[in-house]
């Protein structure tokens, strides 16, 4: 057994690993530059070459109820290891009060900060000890959770999330010192061009709605957040009302009934917040420019897109793939990386969030090089929109949609984030079965309607760094 009174000095290393993490999501758009690289590579080849690439989805998804929940549950008996992953909607940092704004980013942080009786270096070694992995994460419409373990460790795993969801601690040294952390590292992300971009373009697009806030906005209330708040928001946000689940790995329905009867049923039962209003987005060819010098000049563009639901979802799914989301095979890669080698690399990509649907992209340049680049970006988006894509393009495309879907079936957290999602788009429980037929059934005539209706339309463009001095 870990002997837990030894072991008090781990708390500055926790502390550090708190202040790294935040420091990533802060700096959300360094991830954007690294997965461009790490993107731009010859996804057809590998995909091509998988072994996964002709093999169909075999698992039985089953909906789990019990005590007024209900849960998707995907069995996988061969590895001994169980994954739930939940997700509280309507409940993200857009729904916080405009003077509290970071509290849910506080709260998630906190709640891995020791639970009923025992504290957070206690926590944290009885989760080491017994493999489990527990944590939390906020965006702006939801607060998930996840709870991975190994089978024989169920038992004590289960408990660790019911202390959590029941008694957090929410002590005021670790409000005080997640305060603390935060505000610094705000304050190191307001100097960075990418995260200031970010920042921008919200307040551009999102205008007089909660998804415009920023990190300046935030660094104002964080001092605000006291215990009794957090508390507050769990009350009425995280609620078996608002709450959906996904379970998979070695774990039978009867177990997976027992969790929903003895652990997320002992949740709040009504939700107290209010659901997001859809933002009518008016994108259209307007330009936002940031005046700060940068080596790299970047932009964010943008024009609307459309919901899971809607019956353009996949044929501009498709298209979008074709014009900007695969990597160096895409046109735009094509045109402005690989022949003019004016960036290390561009993407388009559809966004779904509960206010707004979108199709937005990105690319850096040289201020030198950023209008040539964004000439050709603009050609060859008129281009989609007025020719359409072309039936070698289609299937290519479906090709590696279709294989590429069977590799998110590699671990089993991974599935059960995905069953999750499945309930919250409204997918269907044979969603897994099925999602490769939605591609194969697309047509070309689809694809080109999808293009003419959404490439149309000139997007919007935040940047910054276009010039190379400050006016003053």
Not at 163 to 189: C, W
Not at 248 to 276: R, V, W
């Amino acid at each position: 057994m870990i002997d837990y009174s030894s072991r008090r000095n781990r708390f500055s290393n926790y502390c550090k690993w708190f202040l790294f993490i935040i420091f990533l999501a802060c700096f959300g758009y360094h991830a954007q530059d690294i997965w461009l690289r790490f993107n731009q590579i010859d996804t057809e080849n590998i995909l091509s070459a998988s072994p996964m690439k002709n093999k169909k989805f075999s698992g039985i998804v089953q909906e789990v109820k019990s005590s007024g929940l209900s849960a998707y549950l995907l069995e996988e008996h061969s590895v001994p290891i169980v994954s739930i992953n939940f997700e509280f909607t309507n409940a993200g940092s857009a729904h916080e009060d405009e003077e509290k704004q970071g509290l849910t980013a506080i709260m998630t942080e906190m709640l891995s900060d020791g639970a009923g009786q025992y504290d957070a270096v206690t926590f944290r070694d009885i989760c080491e000890e017994y493999g489990i992995k527990l944590g939390f994460d906020t965006g702006a419409d939801e607060i998930s959770g996840y709870l991975h373990f190994p089978k024989k460790n169920m038992n004590m795993a289960l408990k660790m999330l019911d202390l959590v969801l029941q008694k957090p601690r929410f002590e005021k040294e670790y409000l005080s010192l997640r305060q603390q952390q935060l505000k610094t590292v705000i304050k190191m992300s307001l100097e960075n061009p990418q995260s200031i971009l970010a920042d921008k373009f919200s307040e551009f697009v999102f205008a007089g709605h909660p998804y415009s806030r920023t990190q300046a906005d935030m660094l104002e209330t964080i001092d605000n957040i006291e215990e009794q708040d957090m508390r507050e928001f769990m009350k009425n946000h995280l609620t078996s009302e608002n709450i959906i689940i996904g379970v998979a790995g070695d774990i039978s329905i009867n177990e997976t009934k027992d969790i929903l009867q003895k652990i997320f049923a002992k949740l709040p039962k009504k939700y107290s917040g209010e659901k997001m209003s859809e933002i009518d987005l008016e994108l259209g060819g307007r330009e936002y420019n940031v005046k700060k010098s940068s080596a790299q000049a970047i932009t964010i563009f943008a024009v609307g897109g459309t919901y899971r639901n809607n019956i353009d979802f996949y044929p501009l799914y498709i298209a979008n793939y074709i014009l900007g989301g695969s990597g160096l095979n895409s046109r735009l890669s094509q045109v402005i990386r690989e022949k003019e080698g004016l960036t290390y690399g561009i993407y388009t990509t559809l966004t779904e969030s509960d206010a707004a649907a979108m199709i937005q992209g990105s690319y850096s340049a040289t201020p030198d090089n950023f209008n040539k680049a964004r000439k050709l970006l603009l050609s060859e988006w008129n281009k989609m929109a007025k020719e359409g894509a072309k039936k070698e393009e289609l299937q290519q495309a479906k090709d590696a949609l279709v294989s590429s879907f069977n590799l998110r079936f590699a671990s089993i957290s991974g599935i059960a984030s995905m069953l999750t999602a499945m309930q919250k788009y409204n997918l269907g429980k044979d969603f897994l079965e099925k999602r490769n037929d939605y591609i194969k059934a697309v047509t070309l005539q689809e694809v080109n309607a999808a293009a003419k209706k959404y490439f149309s339309i000139t997007p919007d463009f935040v940047s910054i760094g276009i010039e190379t001095k400050e006016k003053q």
